[in-house]
């Protein structure tokens, strides 16, 4: 995703609490054309800290005096019996999983409004959030789906219209992909918390879609492709 509004011109700044990135991002910085006028830049930031997320956001929004859009990603997972879900396990969960979405939309939002800017935010939720998987214990990573998709609806309402100042008019949506081949489910193949075939014998095509996949969703919906869709 963050490829794809690089090639349409932006400048991406990537935020994850990882010190530096991985080598997926190495390569597609190397991939990005400078022709096409945007950059590919990274930071490292705890989304559940509120102080660091206004902070670093803050200082991307002052660089041009604008900050057009959001792509809120960040998710970690565990495979658990409901029955054996520990109280501190669902904290972490959720403040990664929901607060640090609703932090990051907010501290977004708040330059947006700063700077008159007509944003546009896409919360990444799951399928998860509305079906249980079959097979696949995850109660509360499915349920912090479920309270992402619901947090969208409402910020939708809250900052959709345009005010009498030129403030607002902040689009917002989720999106709700399948399954996706990630590091984080091979990790759950790896370890027989998944099992492959059955994910690919549930799906229509046959298989488990690719990061790649969602490259155009991503910039459709922070674009004016997407200008009359809110959750």
């Given at each position: 995703?963050?490829e794809?509004?690089?090639?349409?011109?932006?400048?991406?700044?990537?935020?994850?609490?990882?010190?530096?990135?991985d080598?997926?991002?190495?390569?597609a910085?190397?991939?990005?054309?400078?022709?096409?006028?945007?950059?590919?830049?990274?930071?490292?930031?705890?989304?559940?800290?509120?102080?660091?997320?206004?902070?670093?956001?803050?200082?991307?929004?002052?660089?041009?005096?604008?900050?057009?859009?959001?792509?809120?990603?960040?998710?970690?997972?565990?495979?658990?019996?409901?029955?054996?879900?520990?109280?501190?396990d669902?904290?972490?969960m959720?403040?990664?999983?929901?607060?640090?979405?609703?932090?990051?939309?907010?501290?977004?939002?708040?330059?947006?409004?700063?700077?008159?800017?007509?944003?546009?935010?896409c919360?990444?939720?799951?399928?998860?959030?509305?079906?249980?998987?079959?097979g696949?214990?995850?109660?509360?990573?499915?349920?912090?789906k479920?309270?992402?998709?619901?947090?969208?609806?409402?910020?939708?309402?809250?900052?959709?219209?345009?005010?009498?100042?030129?403030?607002?008019?902040?689009?917002?949506?989720?999106?709700?992909?399948?399954?996706?081949?990630?590091?984080m489910?091979?990790?759950?193949?790896?370890?027989?918390?998944?099992d492959?075939?059955?994910?690919?014998?549930?799906?229509?095509?046959?298989?488990?879609?690719?990061?790649?996949?969602?490259?155009?969703?991503?910039?459709?919906?922070?674009?004016?492709?997407?200008?009359?869709?809110?959750?």
């Amino acid at each position: 995703m963050a490829e794809g509004l690089v090639e349409a011109g932006g400048t991406v700044h990537c935020l994850d609490i990882l010190p530096a990135p991985d080598d997926s991002f190495g390569i597609a910085r190397e991939r990005v054309k400078h022709e096409h006028g945007g950059s590919l830049q990274y930071h490292q930031v705890d989304v559940s800290n509120s102080e660091q997320l206004e902070q670093l956001i803050g200082k991307i929004a002052s660089e041009k005096q604008r900050l057009d859009g959001l792509i809120a990603a960040a998710g970690i997972q565990k495979v658990c019996s409901a029955l054996e879900y520990s109280s501190e396990d669902i904290a972490k969960m959720l403040s990664v999983n929901y607060t640090g979405v609703f932090l990051a939309a907010r501290a977004c939002a708040r330059q947006m409004y700063k700077y008159r800017i007509q944003g546009s935010m896409c919360l990444i939720a799951s399928m998860s959030g509305t079906i249980a998987n079959k097979g696949f214990i995850a109660p509360v990573y499915n349920s912090s789906k479920a309270a992402v998709v619901q947090l969208a609806r409402n910020l939708a309402m809250e900052w959709g219209r345009m005010n009498p100042d030129g403030s607002g008019g902040i689009r917002v949506n989720t999106l709700s992909p399948g399954h996706i081949l990630t590091p984080m489910v091979e990790e759950n193949f790896r370890k027989g918390e998944a099992d492959r075939k059955a994910w690919e014998e549930n799906s229509m095509l046959g298989r488990i879609s690719e990061p790649e996949e969602y490259k155009a969703a991503g910039l459709f919906l922070l674009s004016r492709a997407s200008s009359y869709m809110v959750s």
